[in-house]
């Protein structure tokens, strides 16, 4: 164990500002994600001397964002550090996202006395945060004194990592973080705790049973959902989907767990296999609103489900699982694969034809709508130049959100490896762009392509300050159709305020980037667009394409437009 008390290094007392960096350093933890300000900005200043590598951000979301999506890539707690009240719940939002998607995050906060908060005193940004936080996570703590800095950042740990992983908030006082300690009674609390997210290994019976009912399939599907991307379970996942010939159907962050482009892959045909498959195995996906909660018109009534998954609550959520298996996907699947051979399990060719047949026919949709050129360019004509210049940078990070620009470019722009697509995830929601381009490119070390819809880049477009402070290999590509959805829609009153969808068609996005001396670029052509992506992502560094495509394209909620309540009085 190390002493990072390099402040003075003869001092016989330490406190809780430099324990807490010396317990995160000993936990292995290498950056934090934040925003600085009382009482926590020498804590980021120890932090950084202790040699861990803190980001500041321009919006503690983004910076929340970020340590989410450095949870989901590395199995690691992500750890975000915020100052009391507004930047605590400026965070709380990413908090709360990552604990629905499942990734292991530790928003850190300073916040207020006990006896002032509790008799409603009113102190600087003085707010009851634990209780705030409770409900949106997987547990809150807080830590009164130094001397429970070491259990408290285990139990945070243990807890954001173990079981489904998810948020973790940790409250650390204003007074905590100034009390004194002996020094070395101090370094001798500090600990990693052991094994914090052991594997479950599942129950054999449980194997076989879902062996059985796979083995009596004879239109089988293996949904892949982005549980089993953070597992890293897709060496296991290649080997049992290829002895057993069984279709797969990425949810939208698996694509890439098995390549896009693999002959197995059914995500071109996903509504003839949701709508005839007779045996469903879910590997780490829920059955929640993306897979329509498993029932209804897109779903074969009378499949059969078996469900790998680490949480035993998730089964039977909205409709019963015949094999539940819990444990770790990985194990899981090992176990699969060694007890496979007397149940003689193997996809046959009927079912496989009928995917191929639909899948050809889609694909030549696609083509012709990738081929066809317009002036302003469209979603496809624009997203195929992406996918062509995609093909020499097959192993970067694709960040996307947005409605149309999301659910296009996942149609259109393949995967080729796991845990790169990073999207909108469970919530479907905006504003994880910038966030997440900065946390995948400081943790993932690889550089980033952000296809962001013009809506959803200004919930964090200020974050490009930060992508050029940090001289981050990101490129940020909006497309930009003027508007949420659209961008022709004309206003419903009578005093010119533009429509509510309605965004500045003429915005020019790339002169933001130039305020920070990043590379910008504004392309009105698939040429022009095909010279600045090739550009912007060959100099791996920061840069902004304005992509201008037609306002009269977009769908309204892209794909999910059936969400939307339909109003029964027309006004
Ligand atoms: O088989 P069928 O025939 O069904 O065909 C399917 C596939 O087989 C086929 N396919 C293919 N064909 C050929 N080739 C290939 N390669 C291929 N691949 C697939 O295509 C179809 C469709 O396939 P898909 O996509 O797999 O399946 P489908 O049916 O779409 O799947 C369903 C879903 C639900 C699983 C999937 O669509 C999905 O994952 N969707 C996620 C949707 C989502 O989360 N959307 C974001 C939220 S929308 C909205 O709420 C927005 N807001 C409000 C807001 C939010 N969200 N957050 C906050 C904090 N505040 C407000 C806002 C403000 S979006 C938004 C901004 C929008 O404006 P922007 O300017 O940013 O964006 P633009 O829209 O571009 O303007
Ligand atoms: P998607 O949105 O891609 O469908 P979800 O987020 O709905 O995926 O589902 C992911 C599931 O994976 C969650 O239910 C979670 O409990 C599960 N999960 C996460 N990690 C593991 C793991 N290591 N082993 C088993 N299941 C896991
Ligand atoms: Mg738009």
Redesign the pocket.
């Known amino acids: 164990m190390m002493n990072y008390l390099t402040d003075n290094p003869n001092a016989s007392l330490t406190d809780g500002m430099h324990l807490l960096v010396d317990a995160l350093k000993v936990n292995g933890v290498e950056a934090i994600f934040g925003v600085v300000g009382i009482p926590v900005t020498d804590l980021a200043r120890y932090a950084q001397k202790a040699g861990i590598r803190y980001i500041g951000f321009r919006h503690e979301q983004s910076a929340g964002h970020a340590a989410a999506i450095s949870g989901y890539l590395t199995k690691k707690p992500g750890i975000c550090l915020t100052v009391s009240a507004p930047g605590f719940l400026n965070g709380l939002t990413a908090l709360a996202e990552a604990t629905v998607n499942g990734f292991p995050m530790i928003q850190i906060s300073g916040s207020s006395d006990r006896n002032i908060i509790d008799l409603q005193q009113g102190d600087y940004e003085g707010l009851d945060q634990m209780n705030i936080a409770k409900p949106f996570v997987k547990a809150a703590y807080r830590i009164n004194r130094p001397q429970d800095i070491a259990v408290g950042v285990a139990r945070a740990i243990r807890t954001a990592l173990s079981g489904r992983p998810g948020g973790v908030y940790l409250d650390i006082t204003t007074a905590m973080l100034s009390m004194t300690m002996d020094v070395e009674e101090a370094q001798a609390s500090l600990f990693a705790p052991v094994d914090p997210a052991p594997i479950q290994i599942p129950c054999s019976t449980a194997v076989k049973r879902a062996l059985k009912l796979l083995s009596n399939a004879t239109k089988p599907l293996i949904i892949i959902g982005k549980g089993a991307a953070y597992a890293q379970a897709e060496g296991q996942l290649k080997e049992f989907i290829e002895k057993t010939g069984i279709p797969f159907l990425p949810?939208?962050m698996a694509k890439g767990v098995l390549p896009d482009d693999h002959p197995q892959c059914a995500?071109?045909?996903?509504?003839?296999v949701l709508g005839q498959a007779d045996v469903v195995m879910l590997v780490g996906a829920r059955l929640n609103w993306?897979l329509n909660h498993g029932k209804g018109k897109k779903w074969n009534p009378n499949a059969k489900f078996i469900q790998l998954d680490v949480s035993a609550e998730e089964m039977d959520s909205n409709r019963e699982i015949e094999a539940p298996v819990v444990g770790d996907i990985a194990s899981s699947i090992d176990l699969m694969l060694c007890k496979m051979e007397p149940f003689n399990i193997k996809c046959g060719d009927a079912w496989m034809h009928s995917i191929q047949a639909v899948k050809q026919a889609?694909?030549e949709?696609?083509k012709a709508k990738l081929e066809t050129v317009t002036q302003p360019m469209n979603y496809f004509n624009s997203l195929k130049v992406v996918s062509d210049v995609l093909q020499d940078y097959k192993d970067i990070y694709l960040v996307n959100?947005?409605?149309?620009?999301?659910?296009n470019t996942?149609?259109?722009v393949n995967m080729y490896h796991p845990r790169l697509r990073l999207d909108?995830g469970t919530w479907?929601?905006?504003?994880v762009g910038m966030g997440y381009s900065i946390g995948a490119a400081v943790t993932g070390g690889k550089q980033v392509l952000a296809i962001?819809?013009?809506?959803?880049f200004g919930?964090s477009g200020m974050e490009i300050e930060t992508i050029c402070r940090y001289r981050l290999p990101v490129t940020v590509l909006i497309?930009n159709?003027g508007?949420?959805?659209?961008g022709d829609e004309k206003g419903h009153g009578t005093n010119g305020d533009p429509a509510p969808t309605m965004l500045m068609p003429e915005a020019r996005y790339d002169r933001m980037i130039e305020a920070f001396g990043g590379k910008a670029y504004n392309v009105n052509t698939t040429e022009e667009l095909e010279a600045a992506l090739t550009i912007a992502l060959a100099s791996k560094s920061p840069s902004l394409i304005n992509c201008v495509i037609d306002p009269s394209v977009?769908v309204e909620?892209?794909?999910?437009g059936n969400l939307n309540p339909h109003s029964t009085i027309k006004s």
């Open positions: 949810m939208s995500a071109a045909a996903r509504s003839l993306l889609n694909a949709k696609m959100e947005g409605a149309n620009a999301l659910d996942r149609n259109v909108t479907g929601v905006m504003g962001e819809g013009d809506s959803a919930f497309l159709n508007g949420i959805y659209r977009g909620s892209g794909h999910i």
